[in-house]
Every structure is written in C-alpha cells, then in structure tokens.
C-alpha cells in the first residue's frame, strides 16, 4: 500500500480536531523542507480552494439561536403589551421570524449544492430549523392562525440569483417540505462528492430525520418532501417546477437535459421517478445508493416496530428495484413472525399484513397459540384475517368458530352496556313486566303508556351535572372521592380533555369511554355473511341474542331505550351499537319467517268445513298469520318473534 493511501486512511480516521493538529504540527512544516516548485504548487492549490469558498455563507448555528430566540421574547412581550394598547406587532414579528428561517434555508441549501462541503453542520442547521418552526407555533401568544395560515412563498436561488426551485404554500408548517427538499440534496452531494467518513454519517443523519418528523419522512425526502399521491393542486401548497441553471456546481459541474415536468431521470437504467430537474448526471447516478440506504433504514425499523402503512412504504420504494410482491414477502415476514407476539400491536400488525397478502398458514399459525393478545379495536384486522382464513376449505370450520366467538363476545359487550345503563332490567318485575308488554300487539291499546313506565324503572339513576370534585380528580389521574362513584356516568370524560381526540396513542382511553361496539359488530356481521356456512352461524347468534336480551324483539321499545341514552355524552356508542344490534335481529327474523311463507297451503276444505271455520278465521282473512310471541314453540329455538 502506497504511503499516500495509508496516510489518507489514517487521516480520515481522526477527529476534527486532530486533523487540524497534524496538519499543523506535520503537514505545514514540510512545505519548508521540499522543493520549491512542489511548494509552489500545493500553496497554488490552497489559493484556488480559498477563492473557491471566500464567498460560501456562513453557517453560524449560535448566531441563528439567538436571534430566533429575541425575535420569541420579542413576540411575548408583545402579546403582553396588546392587553393595554389593544394593538399588536403579532403578524409582522411573524413574518419576521419566518423571513429569517426561509433565507437561512436558502444559505444552507447554497454550501450543501453549490460548495459541497459542511454537510454535518448543515444537518445541524436543518434540525434547529425544524425545532425553531415548532417553537414559534408552540409560541404562547394566543392563537395560531396567523402561524397557521400566512401565506409564504419560497424561492432557492444559487449564487447567481437564478431560482432553482420555488415554493408557494399556506402555513409555516409546512416549511417542512422545503427541509426535506434540500435534505435530498444534502445527501445525494454527499454520496457523489463526499469522503468515505462523510458517507459512513448518512444512516445516522436518516435516523435523526426519523425521530424528529417520524418515519414517513424518510419516504417524502426521496420525492423531495411530497409523496406521489399528494394533492399537488392543494390551495395549501404549490410547488413551481420552472427551472433556472446554473453549470456552477464545481470545476467539472456539466448539467444534463431535464424534461420541463420536473420528473425526469437523466439515468437510462434506473426504472423510478425520485430525480430532480437541476441534478447533473453523477447525482441521478448516485440517488439509487440514497434510495437504497432509506429503503434499509425502514426495514430496520419494521424489524422493531411493524405497521401495516411501513410495509406499504416499503412495498413503494421496493417496486422501484424491481422486487415484486412475493421477494419483499420472503424478506420481511420471517422477521414480523419473529416479533409477532412481542405485544398486541405487533400481532394485530402481523394479522392485517398476512391477511393483505393471502399467508394463510402463518394466520392460522397465530390465532391458534396467541389469540389472547388481540384487543377490541383489532377486530378490523382480526375480521379480515378470519375472512382471508376462510377462503381455504381446511381452515373455513375455525374461521366459523372464530366468527360465532367474537360475535357472541361482542353481544355480550354489549348486553353488559346496557346493564350499565338500565341497571334494573334483570329484576324479576320488570322482566315480568317486558314479557307482558310484548305480548300485546304494537297497535293494542295502553303499550305506550306502558313501555314509558317500564323503561323508567329499568334505567339508571342519572346526576344532573358532573360534581366539581369528581370533575378536578378526573382531570389529575385520581380517583374518584368517595361517595362520588357515579358522579361522572353521564358526562362524557373524553370532551373534557383538550386534545386531538384521533391521536393513535388515545386509543386505550377511546376503548374505556367510547367503544365502537357498532362496528365491531358490523364487522364481524359481514364476515359471517362472507363465508361459506357463515348464516347458519349468524342465525345461530340470533337466537342467544334474542334469549339474552328480548326487548330487541320489539322496535318501540329498543327506540324508547336509545331515546333515553341518547340525552347521555357517555352512551351515544351504546345507542349505535343498539341500532346496529337492532338491524341485524330483524334481518334475522326475515329469515325465519321465509321458510314459513314457502311452505304448501294446506288441503282445500270441504264446503261444509269451509262454512263452520269461516268465522274462527275471520281474523286471518288479511292472509297475515299473527302468533303469540311469548310462546317458545311459536318459532325456532324458542326465539321469541314480533311483527314489524
């Protein structure tokens, strides 16, 4: 090995600060001890690289703190000061702050693309941007609708002044897409130009991007922060796609032809649509390495922290490479069977994504050792597994069994609702009295009157308002003073909360308060009607609901039951899951009754019989056959039926 390539291994092997030692204390002095004439030429070489970056910007993270810093003390003081002048500086301190951010991404853009050098302290210089934009629209100076709907334009000029690419958008938010632009370049500089060291820092720089604006990002940034299925006619955001030129990248910078859409790719052999109008053919070369490194950066992540969507990520960017469906499943299942039942989430994740793919061995594989781990809100991967499962005649009589489990769990959810809420429907009275009121017909005289007074005795003791003291231990995590127990039944606890009430990580308190009983339902409804042999199922869980919970037989009773939980926060899911609940009983008893209908009229009568039954059948003449619903051997199974 030559003595050169080893010095320079050495070299890149230190840190900063010794580098700049050696060349101090090594380097330098040797200019003194060669020849004139090499002297002469390594101090022209230093001259050129001095000229070349005297006119780079400067990059002075501490400066840029501060002075976002002042312009936020700035901001509060003025918001302050608006309660007595009744005027405020809001909207132009704003635009100030935002002004300031903009032309310090465009100097960041310009040492990155044009100069090729500081990429580290460029990465840095992008994360304190994004955390500045963040704490300008955390700012505490009322509300954020100036923050949230300014309108910004922003235009990245090379040195010339010639605009590269511009900006237009509604929401200072959204500069995010303009960091994880001049990212995209950042990287694909640093993969053509940049040292081995340099390039052994891209995963970590990845990784940062990820924790700051999550792992979607890493997709956006190979589209230069817009992903393919983005409304690009959004008011919100506009990108312009017309280019300016420059040939000033470096000593050897030649620009290559570019299709005025902004979608070519000067590389011949690569198959995607990741490039960029103003790259110079070795950046296009070098953006699969880049597309390569986010595409392993994901699947490290996958091999941790499965989801459905990551998969879907994955899937775009691997179709870029050719790899069809079957290579990505080889590649990333063993590894989501492997985590699969680490936790309910990674199961729940491993289900949909085996289901979206027909796996059906590792399906069966799952629910039959560690089905315990599935939680209510997983029915909706749950649901098309089973269906998915079904679809193979070995597994289809324990995908009827799953179906007729979970329907008969979710019923049974929501029967132990309803007790909460009519804790007096279990009295012997009352039942009593509902199998009384059912035996009338809906038309019969005093059934109003009666349904009124019996849902009154039925339902639970409800308080006028929630009590201050249960009120202040709910919204600090304590529990509830004693004697204060149901001083919060009727108040919905989640509308008093002032958070974003569809964040993912609400949903173990969304299943405590608002269960969605009425999709689970509906969901595993359909699976049954899906299946083959699934109605004979469901005809089977329609007989246990009607034998749990009767009043379901008749309609003006389950509608004064939903009218009183309707004036309850806390219950409006019971009275959609009672509707749904509601629905299918009465598709059900549908069913029963066709078989009746098909059945052959019995022998015609004789004329001296015909004359003698003409009167006991007066009350059929309508051909409406009316039978005693609190018979058990008035229909199948003792269910007891109604007439709508």
Same mark, same amino acid.
């Given at each position: ?227 393919? &299925? =983005? +409304?690009?006619?959004? *008011?919100?955001? #506009?990108? !312009?796609?017309?280019? %300016?030129? &420059? =040939? +000033?990248?470096?000593? *050897?910078?030649? #620009?290559? !032809?570019?299709?005025? %859409? ?383």
């Amino acid at each position: 090995m030559a003595a050169s390539t080893k010095f320079l291994q050495l070299y890149e092997s230190l840190p900063p600060d010794a580098q700049h030692a050696l060349v101090e204390s090594s380097l330098a002095p040797l200019l003194d001890v060669v020849s004139k004439e090499i002297s002469n030429t390594t101090l022209a070489s230093a001259a050129r690289m001095h000229k070349k970056y005297a006119a780079m910007p400067s990059l002075n993270l501490k400066a840029k703190k501060l002075e976002i810093a002042s312009l936020l003390d700035e901001l509060a003081r003025d918001h302050k000061r608006s309660y007595v002048k009744e005027k405020s500086r809001k909207e132009e301190l704003l635009a100030e702050v935002i002004d300031s951010v903009i032309d310090w991404l465009n100097d960041i853009w310009r040492v990155i693309y044009e100069y090729g050098t500081n990429f580290s302290k460029a990465h840095a210089c992008l994360l304190y941007v994004s955390q500045a934009v963040e704490q300008i629209g955390n700012a505490r100076v009322g509300c954020k609708c100036s923050f949230m709907n300014m309108y910004i334009s922003v235009k990245i000029r090379r040195s010339s002044g010639k605009v590269v690419k511009s900006f237009h958008f509604t929401g200072a938010h959204n500069l995010q897409r303009v960091m994880l632009w001049i990212w995209r370049d950042l990287f694909v500089v640093m993969l053509a130009d940049g040292t081995k060291r340099q390039k052994s820092a891209i995963p970590d720089m990845l990784d940062d991007i990820r924790a700051e604006f999550g792992w979607n990002a890493l997709e956006r940034l190979l589209y230069g922060g817009q992903k393919p &299925d =983005d +409304d690009e006619d959004d *008011d919100d955001f #506009d990108f !312009d796609h017309d280019f %300016d030129y &420059d =040939d +000033d990248y470096s000593e *050897d910078y030649t #620009d290559t !032809d570019g299709n005025p %859409d902004g979608t070519a790719c000067s590389d011949a052999q690569c198959a995607c649509d990741f490039h960029a109008c103003h790259w110079s053919s070795k950046f296009n070369d070098v953006h699969i390495f880049l597309r390569n490194l986010i595409r392993t950066s994901l699947i490290s992540l996958f091999a941790t922290m499965p989801s459905p969507v990551l998969f879907a990520s994955i899937s775009d960017i691997s179709d870029a490479d050719g790899t069809d469906e079957d290579d990505l499943c080889e590649e990333l299942l063993p590894k989501l069977m492997h985590i699969a039942t680490y936790s309910p989430e990674n199961f729940a994740t491993a289900l949909h994504i085996c289901a979206l793919h027909s796996h059906t061995d590792n399906i069966n594989t799952l629910l039959a050792t560690h089905s315990h781990l599935l939680r209510p809100r997983d029915a909706p991967a749950h649901q098309l597994a089973t269906i998915i499962l079904a679809a193979e005649p070995p597994y289809r009589l324990n995908a009827l069994r799953i179906v007729e489990k979970e329907l008969l769990d979710t019923v049974h959810a929501i029967r132990a609702a309803v007790q909460s809420a009519f804790c007096h429907i279990d009295v012997q009275a009352n039942k009593t009295e509902l199998t009384e009121i059912m035996a009338l017909r809906l038309e019969a005289l005093g059934r109003r009157g009666r349904i009124d007074r019996w849902v009154d005795a039925v339902v639970s003791p409800t308080t006028e308002t929630a009590h201050p003291m249960a009120l202040a231990a709910l919204m600090m995590g304590l529990p509830l003073p004693p004697g204060m127990d149901g001083a919060m039944d009727d108040a919905d606890p989640l509308g008093y909360i002032d958070i974003d009430i569809q964040d993912p990580e609400l949903d173990d308190l969304r299943e405590d308060f608002r269960p969605n009983l009425k999709a689970r339902l509906e969901g595993w409804i359909e699976a049954g009607r899906t299946i083959k042999g699934g109605v004979s199922v469901l005809l089977k869980v329609y007989a246990v609901i009607i034998e749990i919970m009767p009043f379901l037989g008749a309609p003006d009773i389950v509608d004064e039951m939903t009218g009183r939980l309707s004036e309850k926060p806390s219950k409006v899911f019971l009275c959609d899951a009672l509707d749904a609940l509601w629905d299918f009983c009465r598709q059900q008893r549908r069913k029963f009754a066709k078989p009746k209908s098909k059945q052959k009229p019995p022998p015609t009568p004789n004329t001296s019989q015909a004359s003698s039954q003409s009167n006991n059948q007066s009350s059929n003449s309508g051909g409406v056959t009316f039978i005693a619903i609190n018979n058990s051997q008035s229909c199948p199974g003792g269910v007891v039926d109604d007439v709508d």
